[in-house]
């Protein structure tokens, strides 16, 4: 099985935004909850950089989930 890097940085990025939304945030809370950077943290929705595993479990911990649901295809509403 291949995996695309492309696509997996875009179901994170589509996962955060989502829930980022569904938790009634902006994504500016969301960084300084996060304790990172608003830069750092438009660089990796964009896909332009790559999270850490320590990034995403941090990212899952401020959003209440599993740090694998931000890897999964996210739902179609």
Same mark, same amino acid.
């Given at each position: 099985?291949? =995996?695309?890097?492309? @696509?997996?940085?875009?179901?994170?990025?589509?996962?955060?935004?989502?829930?980022?939304?569904?938790?009634?945030?902006?994504?500016?809370?969301?960084? @300084?909850?996060?304790?990172?950077?608003?830069?750092?943290?438009?660089?990796?929705?964009?896909?332009?950089?790559?999270?850490? =595993?320590?990034?995403?479990?941090?990212?899952? @911990? =401020?959003?209440?989930?599993?740090?694998?649901?931000?890897?999964? @295809?996210?739902?179609?509403?």
């Amino acid at each position: 099985m291949s =995996v695309d890097p492309d @696509e997996i940085h875009a179901r994170i990025g589509a996962q955060i935004r989502q829930r980022v939304a569904a938790r009634g945030m902006t994504l500016r809370a969301f960084a @300084e909850e996060m304790d990172t950077g608003y830069t750092h943290l438009w660089a990796v929705l964009g896909g332009r950089r790559s999270p850490t =595993v320590t990034w995403l479990c941090r990212a899952a @911990e =401020v959003l209440e989930c599993d740090p694998l649901e931000l890897l999964r @295809e996210p739902k179609r509403r």
